[in-house]
């Protein structure tokens, strides 16, 4: 592989599907959704089906599954579910990929608040509750769990709070081009 695969953590509403199908394109490759891989390979339409179907666990094991496959046949740019890095063996993985240089970790960051005005204006019919709170209320539990997750194994942290689309496209683009 010439160029490492582009993997984007964040939490939901942070913009990892938004800005890596843009950052795909602007690099020429293929964007995969690891959520939306995990819920086709149990069998689901989306992953809030998966999740139903499946249980939160369930998800993880296909989230896990997948990732594995995903990084033995990577894409150009491929972005995690926020839970994708705490499913069983998910950050292992990551960190070996990493280590071997096969892939590069940049965590979209966004503070709670802007997290909760982005899934407050977006449908979240899909998206279930992770905590058993409201989903928009789990948003700051969710943060304060797995901000130092996503911090340990991204090799950049992109804050997205007021940032326009573009602008963190081109961090991206300038960070998956800057040799390691």
Known sequence: MDEPTIVLIGLRCAGKTMHGAALATALGGA??????????SLGCAHPGEAIEQHGLDG?????SDTLKSA????????ALGGGAPTAPGASEMLTAAQQDRQIKIFYLRARPETLRERMST????????????DALDEIA????QRDPLYSELAESI???????HASV??????LSTTPA
């Not at 998800?59 to 989230?63: D, L, N, W």
């Not at 992109?158 to 326009?164: L, Q």
């Not at 496209?169 to 300038?174: E, G, N």
């Open 31 to 40: 964007f995969e959704d690891l959520d939306e891989l995990a819920a086709k």
């Open 59 to 63: 998800f993880r094991r296909a989230e």
């Open 71 to 78: 990084l033995e046949n990577p894409p150009r740019v491929l």
């Open 122 to 133: 977006s449908d979240n019919a899909h998206r279930p509750s992770l905590t058993g709170a």
């Open 141 to 144: 539990t969710l943060f304060a």
């Open 158 to 164: 992109i804050e997205t709070d007021n940032v326009s």
């Open 169 to 174: 496209v081109r961090v991206l683009v300038a």
